[in-house]
Structure formats: structure tokens, C-alpha cells
């Protein structure tokens, strides 16, 4: 079984800086893909960010571009969310999500394991 565990989010004034990181055990494969999405209080899951776990390039949202960065750590396992000048529209539940179908974009549809889910809240 894949498994994926995040770290805790947080509460952060906007403009500030937040990391989240998911930690990946069970099956892996030169395909899988990870993403990152998030869901807001009577809102749809939206895709964020996402990315090969093994190459390429990410995709982002046209909401987080040049404040965002996926990033993976192979050797540990470990795909992170760098997230920069947080808005409070940036406020929901994260999630880390996994992928071992064909596409690797930031739809929700497309993936097959989630994590837990952490809160990220932005205030102004």
C-alpha cells in the first residue's frame, strides 16, 4: 500500500512563508507522479502544483506561479510544497497526492492516494 504523511501546516500572517512536506513509504514507480492540492471551506479541490517524483518538469496553478515550488527529495522519500507571499485566499486544507496513471497535471481526478491533509491558514 502507498502511503503518504504530511507535515503540519500552519497559521501565518500574509506575505509570509510556509513548507510542507509529504513523506512517501510503499510502492514506488518511474511514473508516479506527485501533486499537490488543496480545498477551501465549500469550495472544489483545486490542483496546485505537481511533478514527476523521478524527473521533469512541475506544473503549477496560475495562482501560485512565482510563489510556489514543488520540490522532491528522492533519497529521503520526501516531496515538499515551498510555499512564498501567502495570501489569505491561499487559506485551506493541503493535500499530498499521488499518481501512477498517465498524466501527471495538478487535476484531482488523476490521482489515486492522498494524504491526511493539513490546514494552512493565511491572515491578513
Known amino acids: 500500500q502507498v502511503q503518504l504523511v504530511e507535515s503540519e501546516g500552519g497559521s501565518v500572517q500574509a506575505g509570509g512563508s510556509l513548507r510542507l512536506s509529504c513523506v512517501v513509504s510503499?510502492?514506488?514507480?518511474?511514473?508516479?507522479?506527485m501533486g499537490w492540492f488543496r480545498q477551501a471551506p465549500a469550495k472544489e479541490r483545486e490542483g496546485v502544483a505537481s511533478?514527476?517524483?523521478?524527473?521533469?518538469?512541475?506544473a503549477y496553478a496560475d495562482s501560485v506561479k512565482g510563489r510556489f515550488t514543488i520540490a522532491r527529495d528522492n533519497a529521503k522519500n520526501t516531496v515538499y510544497l515551498q510555499m512564498n507571499s501567502l495570501k489569505p485566499e491561499d487559506t485551506a486544507v493541503y493535500y499530498c497526492?499521488?499518481?501512477?496513471?498517465?498524466?501527471?497535471?495538478?487535476?484531482?481526478?488523476?490521482?489515486?492516494?492522498w494524504g491526511q491533509g493539513t490546514q494552512v491558514t493565511v491572515s491578513s
Open positions: 497526492a499521488a499518481s501512477f496513471g498517465i498524466n501527471c497535471d495538478p487535476d484531482p481526478s488523476h490521482f489515486d492516494y
Open positions: 510503499g510502492h514506488t514507480a518511474s511514473r508516479q507522479c
Open positions: 511533478i514527476y517524483f523521478y524527473g521533469g518538469a512541475p
